[in-house]
């Protein structure tokens, strides 16, 4: 059963009622609960895992830069970040 006072705005305790088959885990229930890989091995097995961080190929810093300029990479989409850092090592490899 619901506790009233967590009940979703706009929602009676008879409308949570009529749609909660998920009860509260007991601790019996924690206490059998098993890892994700060994209770579905084959498809933790096809869930990739992101490797090792290998060492940084970039610096994290703050920078201000003119609106315009932030206007100009932000409107031909995603990435625009590197396409200002690429825009950068050609002015620095031209000077």
């Known amino acids: 059963?619901?506790?009233?006072?967590?009940?979703?705005?706009?929602?009676t305790q008879a409308d949570m009622d009529a749609?909660?088959?998920?009860p509260e885990?007991?601790?019996e229930d924690f206490a059998k609960a098993k890892p994700f890989a060994e209770?579905?091995?084959d498809l933790a097995k096809t869930i990739r895992a992101r490797g090792p961080q290998r060492a940084p190929k970039k610096v994290?810093?703050?920078?201000?830069?003119?609106?315009e300029v932030i206007e100009h990479f932000k409107s031909?989409?995603?990435g625009w970040q590197s396409r200002i850092d690429a825009?950068?090592?050609d002015w620095v490899a031209a000077h």
């Open 1 to 11: 059963m619901t506790d009233p006072k967590h009940a979703a705005p706009g929602y």
């Open 19 to 22: 749609v909660s088959n998920n």
């Open 25 to 27: 885990w007991t601790a």
């Open 39 to 41: 209770a579905f091995p």
């Open 60 to 67: 994290s810093t703050t920078l201000r830069l003119s609106p």
């Open 76 to 78: 031909s989409g995603p």
């Open 87 to 89: 825009a950068l090592k």
